[in-house]
Antibody, heavy 118, light 108 residues
């Protein structure tokens, strides 16, 4: 069955860096655009970044532009999010989601928790 | 970035109808999608492109979108429908996905 499994979350100090991964299975990963989405404790969903199936097109939310970098490796069925200069307000559950070049998400992962605190 | 406005909570008795709104100026000109997220689980798409249901989603879930309001309707509500629901669209002017604030549906 379709699975998206995030990893790499943890506790990091303000100003620190972290790399998140999302491993896909059960569907043709290389056919899908991928996004990262986060949900802070008690807050709503916030879309962060999207990368096209071939990595040719990338979009970022203003809140993370210049600090976060999205990438993918289709040979490894994996999506990544490099996060730098982390702030306490970046504390959230980070999830990956897939869309088949459409405006909505066909599949989601359950997320990995990132905590930014000293 | 902006968010779409949803009521924080909706309570409904079993067998009744729940309606969840998603509001934004002129949202009727955009395609709106809806997700269900049960506690501890990944979100699941229940309606896409305003009113289309993915395969496997109960016909009790339906959507509409006009003017400044998109609506997800759940008819004959069951205990298993208790979850958070949120709307979403792709904003073409900024090339961003935008989410609603989320609505917790409680089955009484």
């Amino acid at each position: 069955q379709v699975q998206l499994v995030e990893s790499g979350g943890g506790l990091v100090k303000p100003g620190g860096s972290l790399r998140l991964s999302c491993k896909a299975s059960g569907f043709t990963f290389s056919d899908y655009d991928m996004s990262w989405i986060r949900q802070a404790p008690g807050k709503g969903l916030e879309w962060l970044s999207k990368i096209s199936f071939s990595s040719t097109t990338i979009y970022y939310a203003d809140s993370v532009k210049g600090r976060f970098t999205i990438s993918r490796d289709n040979a490894k069925n994996s999506l990544y999010l490099e996060m730098s200069n982390l702030r306490p307000e970046d504390t959230a559950v980070y999830s990956c989601a897939a869309d088949y070049d459409r405006d909505y998400f066909d599949f989601w992962g359950q997320g990995t928790l990132v905590t930014v605190a000293s | 970035s902006y968010v779409l406005t949803q009521p924080p909570s909706v309570s409904v008795a079993p067998g009744q109808t729940a309606r969840i709104t998603c509001m934004e100026d002129n949202i009727g000109s955009k395609s709106v999608h809806w997700y269900q997220q049960k506690l501890g689980q990944a979100p699941v798409l229940v309606v896409h492109d305003d009113s289309d249901r993915p395969s496997g989603i109960s016909e009790r879930f339906s959507g509409a979108n006009s003017g400044n309001t998109a609506t997800l309707t759940i008819t004959r509500v069951e205990a298993g429908d208790e979850a958070d629901y949120f709307c979403q669209l792709w904003e073409t002017t900024s090339d961003h996905h935008v989410f609603g604030t989320g609505t917790k549906v409680t089955v009484l």
